[in-house]
T-cell receptor, first 115, second 116 residues
Framework: AQKITQTQPGMFVQEKEAVTLDCTYDTSDPSYGLFWYKQPSSGEMIFLIYQGSYDQQNATEGRYSLNFQKARKSANLVISASQLGDSAMYFCAMREPSFYNKLIFGAGTRLAVHP | DTAVSQTPKYLVTQMGNDKSIKCEQNLGHDTMYWYKQDSKKFLKIMFSYNNKELIINETVPNRFSPKSPDKAHLNLHINSLELGDSAVYFC???????????????FGPGTRLLVL
């Protein structure tokens, strides 16, 4: 069974608008970490944002915020004021509980920002 | 200034050859990883070392052998390359495994391997 699900293979958004990329996860461990990475067309993997399962507040990093809904097991990435440079693949990942920091990745969402 | 570096960036080789990919991190991290990204962009962990000790060894053909001479370096050697080994291989590093932000993994630029 998939532990990380990203249901949107592709999304597009108008420049300067906000966009939400969905991610749901599955674990029975109370302690886990959730991550979002960006992969532009140049291929590198860029860390964006982290949310720990015990964090009381939703994580924010500049224009990125994580809408963490623990009961629903969702960790959606919100990008505000989209820029053309935000066009990329976005991956949600979960630290596999009790497995030495092993990351399990979702299939990714390709975001296209239109001018 | 590069935090996690990999060499080579591109590798084109023939089936049956043996090749190595090198990874170095200057972040002072204790843990390093190898991931494989296939043609559909799916990322999967292969190996992880913590302070030169192998701690994650996924179901990977034993043609793949990681080696960590010290905690700043993690190399990946592949014997008898096959067409299906064509992929992007990412190295990553993090502080020692912990249940906080320190577990964030930082990735190298990737090595694009093409087996002909």
């Amino acid at each position: 069974a998939q532990k990380i699900t990203q249901t949107q293979p592709g999304m597009f958004v108008q420049e300067k608008e906000a966009v939400t990329l969905d991610c749901t996860y599955d674990t029975s461990d109370p302690s886990y970490g959730l991550f979002w990475y960006k992969q532009p067309s140049s291929g590198e993997m860029i860390f964006l944002i982290y949310q720990g399962s015990y964090d009381q507040q939703n994580a924010t990093e500049g224009r990125y915020s994580l809408n963490f809904q623990k009961a629903r097991k969702s960790a959606n990435l919100v990008i505000s004021a989209s820029q053309l440079g935000d066009s990329a693949m976005y991956f949600c990942a979960m630290r596999e509980p009790s497995f030495y920091n092993k990351l399990i990745f979702g299939a990714g969402t390709r975001l296209a920002v239109h001018p | 200034d590069t935090a996690v570096s990999q060499t080579p960036k591109y590798l084109v080789t023939q089936m049956g050859n043996d090749k190595s990919i090198k990874c170095e991190q200057n972040l002072g991290h204790d843990t390093m990883y190898w991931y494989k990204q296939d043609s559909k962009k799916f990322l999967k962990i292969m190996f992880s070392y913590n302070n030169k000790e192998l701690i994650i060894n996924e179901t990977v053909p034993n043609r793949f052998s990681p080696k960590s001479p010290d905690k700043a370096h993690l190399n990946l050697h592949i014997n008898s390359l096959e067409l299906g080994d064509s992929a992007v291989y990412f190295c990553a590093s993090s502080r020692a495994s912990g249940r906080d932000r320190g577990e964030t993994q930082y990735f190298g630029p990737g090595t694009r391997l093409l087996v002909l």
